[in-house]
């Protein structure tokens, strides 16, 4: 326990800005680029309905879907999400740059280095409760532009001493060949590999700035095994969703069929039979009147549980979400705008709410889950309000303090994305349980022996 909270301490404590080009810090070379990220941040609407608004056209995803449905009759919610955003050919995240202050959305990393550091701390941390195995894969889903990952790196460097000579490798989750170069840059400048074949699991191979190996896969079936920590900063938001309506003949889907008024433009509808997914997604006692439910990431945190049971490891799920409450939240968004969902597919982000109830069902009883619990109160408890008063004491530049300001208040603000994102976390369930030792046929607890406080979800006095 004191060994742990040393090295939260170091960290949280210690001031080493990031290295850039030339010299400068990354916190000074990002700082006209983050400012207006948090001011493109700050006005967005709340992501919790959708709106229509003028959208690009991108003719060749509105063809493709209505001759898919003039064929097949109306699409599920959830094929017309994958089609729309992953599509090899049109898929809107295959084609797009849609990160940072000049894309469709902003993420957490890039509001601010320090959200990126912490969450580097607690995967040392969690390593550490773990009895410290000699290897170590961090695993991104969805790693956006590379910069979480990035700055978790330079967490990494900072404590060598306390990694203790573990093998370190990273291992991304990418499905976006134009995404997988942004971060390769990020993270690697130019020295990367692609591998031609299809049939490869890896995609893309490389060593980071800071010497570790870096590896792309398009699937988390792909990552070797191994002692993981897998992280998914608004990941599971992105997965194709079903969505469905209490009816007086029960539970039907919701579809996307096309406008018979207007053949160009989609429309939602309520299909009038069972589906297969109507009759085996639901909870026989859920009482909303409009369910979303996403099949995919319930695989993909199954998945990731048998690898932490099999393996050892933990996951950090940080996304938009709830705890089974909310009904209707699927939107779309272009250039930090709502955009209705059906208008101009494929030229806007599509998204939902993650439901954690339902990851935490999936999950199963093999795991610990802890979980959510709003940004404000995860970044607080890991020490956030201490590592913003050093940078503070050992910063001069007037702009940079107040950048510095302005983003520990966009992301732990309960009015922006304190209140609005949830972390989530799957752990073994020996990184809980109280060691115990057989003696005179019952089973003792060790004197002097508790299960390590989980670094975020914990307070951790780090005052």
Known sequence: MRTLLRVVRTFVHSFTPAQGAKGFSMRECRLGYTQKAVEEWAVMPSRRCSMSVEGRSDPSMLRHLTSKITATGPITVAEYMREVLTNPVSGYYVKNDMLGADGDFITSPEISQIFGELIGVWCVSEWMAAGKPK???????????????????????????????????????????????????????????????????????????????????????????????????????????????????????????????????????????????????????????????????????????NRIVEDGGAALIADYGHDGTKMDTFRGFSGHKLHDVLLAPGTADLTADVDFSYLRRMAGDDVVCLGPITQRTFLKNMGIDTRLQVLLRNCHDASTRAQLIQSYDMLTNLEKMGQRFHFFSLLSRSRLAEPQEEGEGLKRRKKGRVPLPVAGFSELGLQ
């Open 135 to 305: 290897a170590l894969q961090l695993v991104e889903l969805g790693p956006g532009r590379g910069s979480l990952t990035s700055d978790i790196l330079r967490v990494f460097r900072q404590l060598q001493s306390a990694l203790n000579g573990a093998a370190v490798s990273i291992h991304l989750v990418e499905v976006s060949p134009k995404l997988s170069q942004v971060q390769a840059e990020c993270l690697t400048g130019e020295h990367t590999q692609v591998c031609v074949s299809d049939k490869e699991a890896v995609y893309r191979t490389g060593t980071s700035h800071t010497g570790l190996p870096i590896a792309w896969y398009r699937r988390v079936e792909d990552i070797p095994k191994g002692f993981s920590i897998f992280l998914a900063h608004e990941f599971f938001d992105a997965l194709p969703i079903h969505k469905f309506q209490r009816t007086d003949k029960g539970w039907r889907e919701v579809m996307v069929d096309i406008d018979p008024e207007e053949p160009e433009k989609l429309r939602f509808v309520v299909f009038p039979a069972p589906t297969l997914a109507s009759t085996t997604l639901i909870q026989a006692d859920d009482k909303r009147e409009h369910v979303e439910v996403c099949p995919e990431g319930g695989v993909i945190v199954q998945n990731l549980a």
